[in-house]
């Protein structure tokens, strides 16, 4: 098992604002708008940078997505902000019509998403925003999973053409991706080699992924490990090679097991190559409230999870 | 005095009146009533007074922007864009049909000249045309946004929200007008959802309101626009109330609501062509 270390842990979110920062120094073009939610998306920086491309649009989710769409139509590229929940369910059918039907070229920015928001609920824990988006035709759906891949990944979406729905989050999680890498959407990234089953993940739990791998290898299981960070479109080479190899796989991601990144391998598979498959998802509930940590324990999203998930679907890949 | 003198700009509006008919006709579904209530206003913005590039680009950088917000009246849309040359006026013969760019409610997806955003789902033209002003201004470009609502639209929350936040961005560069023809499909906006006092909410809610009376007479509506364009750059939206009558233009389908969305028969549309006789040739 190859080994991942980190000098140092932070939230997604944070990276996705330095990201913005970032990708607004590179082109005059990129502009934000936020629903009231300013210190949540970590957009100060770049609203100390460039007030004037800074969009004030106080609680109307709906006008949000609207405004977004129309300055796309002058060349802006422009960055929604608000919760999860608030960027895809609220406002799903002006997302659906004046954004990805309309081809405009809108970047939908998803703090809080999923069950480490913690405290304050399932009001606010979204955990079907990725079926949501995946089901859009020509949306690109990306989920990374720590502080340095989200900043990568906000600059790369900002050089791409089309309707982006980038998803990140609120706990303080270990930064163990390189400070200087290259995202490139659509592809995804080998963590480690190994034969004898296929871990597919993304976002917060890629690093439980790892984790779990170093687990397995004490039980003498040598466990391939992939983070997806893009789950549409998604890599189906890379899937499919892996798979090949080991005939079985784990998916895993703070979602529910409906409609998530589970269902896009499980769709894959069907039709290219039925094998063994179990998923590491909340089981088709809502959240409540609790610290991340206690949520994710309870919920089973976890590397303990994934170790159980693992051994279940060796055994059928035996009877296989 | 116009570009255009009135009767030509009459003309045209009676050419148009026959387009929306025909098509409707043609495919036996889609919106006339509306479409036909609102051939003065749209020939007036597009023959008259809007600025605009002899080349469509979706940007529309350097020139004037409309949006249909009510993608529903797609009918008069489609030929007052194909009458000002946005594309072959034989292309509105395909109007709703298989594998068409003029789909039942506007969209760029089939790459339609002339169309910058999909409408139809109601309520979300005026925070697209809010977006595309504020483009504009960060461009330092200079021209105007207009953007046309349904009554019944209306009752879309999304329009308060984008409503309160043109206000608050004093968005002059934007014109909203809405169609204030008193019905929707279901009946009258007064026996569904009252509008209540509309030009005091608009005002209440910090824009310039423009009454226009005769929205069915060329003149007024353009007198009533030159009006707003003249209210511009002064720190507000404006808001265009242009009363209008749904199916105007044709006997049998003026005064009613029925028409909001149901196709003439071949009695029907010989009888309403008497009324509208061709003026610059059918597609």
């Not at chain 1, 480690?192 to 890629?206: E, P, R």
């Not at chain 1, 779990?212 to 391939?224: F, H, Q, R, S, Y």
């Not at chain 2, 046309?148 to 007008?177: F, R, T």
């Not at chain 2, 199916?247 to 003439?264: E, I, L, Q």
Request: proline share 3%.
């Amino acid at each position: 098992m190859k080994k991942y270390t980190y000098s140092e842990s932070k939230d997604t979110r944070s990276g996705f604002g330095a990201g913005l920062l970032e990708a607004a120094r590179q082109n005059k073009n990129v502009v934000a708008l936020c629903a009231d939610l300013v210190g949540s998306l970590k957009m100060n920086d770049f609203i100390k940078a460039y007030p004037d491309r800074f969009f004030q649009i106080g609680i109307a989710e709906a006008n949000m997505m609207g405004i977004a769409a129309g300055l796309t139509i002058g060349g802006k590229i422009p960055f929604t902000g608000t919760f999860a929940n608030f960027s895809t369910g609220r406002v799903y059918d002006q997302i659906r019509q004046s954004i990805v039907y309309s081809d405009k070229n809108v970047k939908i920015a998803a703090s809080h998403a999923g069950l480490t928001l913690g405290e304050d609920g399932a009001t606010h824990q979204i955990l079907e925003d990725i079926g949501l988006m995946k089901m859009l035709p020509g949306m690109t759906v990306i989920n990374p999973c720590d502080y340095n891949q989200t900043k990568a990944a906000t600059i790369a979406v900002a050089k791409h053409q089309g309707p982006v729905y980038l998803r990140f989050g609120r706990p303080i999680v270990p930064v163990f991706t390189a400070e200087d890498q290259e995202f490139v959407i659509g592809k995804a990234v080998l963590l480690n080699s190994g034969v004898d089953v296929t871990i597919i993940a993304t976002g917060h739990l890629v690093w439980e992924a790892i984790r779990a791998g170093e687990e397995l290898e004490k039980l003498g299981i040598d466990a391939e490990i992939i983070n997806i960070h893009t789950i549409k479109p998604l890599d189906k080479e890379a899937v499919l090679a892996s798979i090949e190899k080991t005939g079985c796989v784990v998916t895993a991601e703070e979602h529910n097991r409906i409609g998530g990144l589970g269902d896009s391998i499980a769709q894959l598979l069907t039709k290219q190559m039925p094998v063994p498959q179990e998923y590491v998802a909340v089981d088709d509930s809502f959240g409540e409230s609790g610290t991340p940590r206690e949520l994710m324990d309870k919920y089973g999203l976890n590397a303990d999870a994934i170790v159980a998930s693992v051994l279940r679907v060796l055994k059928r890949k035996q009877l296989k | 005095m116009t570009k255009n003198s009135i009767h030509n700009l009459e003309a045209i509006v009676q050419q148009v009146r026959r387009d929306i008919l025909r098509m409707v006709h043609a495919c036996q579904s889609g919106h006339p009533g509306g479409s036909l209530g609102c051939a003065e206003l749209l020939v007036g913005l597009y023959f008259e007074l809007m600025q605009r590039n002899e080349h469509f680009d979706v940007n529309g950088e350097g020139e004037d922007l409309f949006f249909l917000s009510n993608g529903h009246i797609s009918p008069v849309f489609y030929s007052v864009l194909a009458r000002a040359g946005y594309f072959p006026i034989s292309e509105l013969a395909t109007f709703r049909k298989l594998s068409s760019r003029l789909q039942g409610h506007p969209t760029t997806h089939e790459g339609l000249p002339g169309i910058r955003v999909a409408s139809g789902s109601l309520g979300q033209g005026l925070s697209v045309a809010i977006g595309a002003a504020q483009a504009k201004r960060l461009n330092k470009d200079n021209h105007l946004v207009y953007v046309l609502m349904g009554d019944g639209e209306l009752q879309e929350g999304q329009v308060w929200e984008a409503a309160m936040y043109a206000s608050h961005n004093k968005m002059d560069n934007l014109i909203a007008i809405v169609d204030y023809n008193g019905a929707q499909i279901d009946g009258a906006t007064n026996d569904v959802l009252s509008l209540g006092d509309l030009p005091h909410k608009w005002m209440a809610f910090g824009w310039k309101v423009v009454e226009v009376r005769r929205g069915n007479d060329v003149g007024s509506v353009i007198a009533g626009l030159r009006r707003a364009q003249s209210m511009t750059a002064e720190k507000a939206p404006i808001m265009v109330l242009l009363h209008t009558e749904m199916g105007n233009g044709v006997d049998f389908m003026m005064g009613s609501h029925k028409w909001h969305g149901v196709a003439p028969n071949d009695a029907q549309l010989e009888s309403a062509l008497r009324q509208n006789a061709e003026t610059l040739g059918d597609y």
